[in-house]
């Protein structure tokens, strides 16, 4: 079956500017998660959705980052007023609710200029 | 919070040889350890989960094993091919969790050398 998928692939913006990440998780998959991969930072946990809960946002950076699952499937991550130190690849996961592993997605490659 | 540090960072070796990567973790209260692989551009894919409860997982040339109280796992490559460079990585769950976030240690960057 198709595996997680993510959108854009690479985005490129200016400091300053708004961007949306797109995440489709496996289908049935309740958990979604979102990454931050940098340079020198390894991979970094940013939120977590699981079912109807509330979300776990312990690992958003600043208010400037923001996630939305919309009807327990899609998630949207955004990022305002964009800063070179958001550059990074935004990495999605998700799980099926009785299982252990974690599925990942390919990734947004996020340049700010 | 729990630290995962993994060694080495980068190893370079030619085809055929027989591989240890380690990683460590300072919270040993873990339901499982993962290890995961990253190649250049793209996502991870799990290679392998090992539960608390076991002590070694296998599949085909790997294998992981875990000590949980001396916080330690290792990821064992039998007969490395060139195929199998890319970054290792190992990820464990929040302490007493399997639901929720992992932690991951930077990787080793592995080349195997035809």
């Known amino acids: 079956g198709a595996g997680v998928s993510q959108s854009p692939s690479n985005k490129v913006t200016e400091k300053g500017k708004d961007v949306e990440l797109r995440c489709d998780p496996i289908?049935?998959?309740?958990?979604l998660y979102w990454y931050r991969q940098s340079l020198g930072q390894g991979l970094e946990f940013l939120i977590y959705f699981q079912g109807n809960s509330a979300p776990d946002k312990s690992g958003l950076p600043s208010d400037r980052f923001s996630a939305e699952r919309t009807g327990g499937s899609v998630s949207t991550l955004t990022i305002q007023r964009t800063q070179q130190e958001d550059s990074a690849v935004y990495l999605c996961?998700?799980?099926?609710?009785?299982?252990?592993?974690?599925?990942f997605g390919p990734g947004t490659r996020l340049t700010v200029l | 919070k729990q630290e995962v540090t993994q060694i080495p960072a980068a190893l370079s070796v030619p085809e055929g040889e027989n591989l240890v990567l380690n990683c460590s973790f300072t919270?040993?209260?873990?339901?499982?350890l993962q290890w995961f692989r990253q190649d250049p551009g793209k996502g991870l894919t799990s290679l392998l989960l090992i539960q608390s409860s076991q002590r070694e997982q296998t599949s085909g040339r790997l294998n992981a094993s875990l000590d949980k109280s001396s916080g330690r796992s290792t990821l064992y490559i039998a007969a490395s091919q060139p195929g199998d460079s890319a970054t290792y990585l190992c990820a464990v769950p929040d302490r007493g969790s399997t639901l929720g976030r992992l932690y991951f240690g930077r990787g080793t960057q592995l080349t195997v050398w035809p």
């Open positions: 919270d040993s209260a873990i339901y499982n």
């Open positions: 996961a998700s799980r099926r609710d009785s299982g252990d592993t974690q599925y």
């Open positions: 289908s049935g998959h309740t958990a």
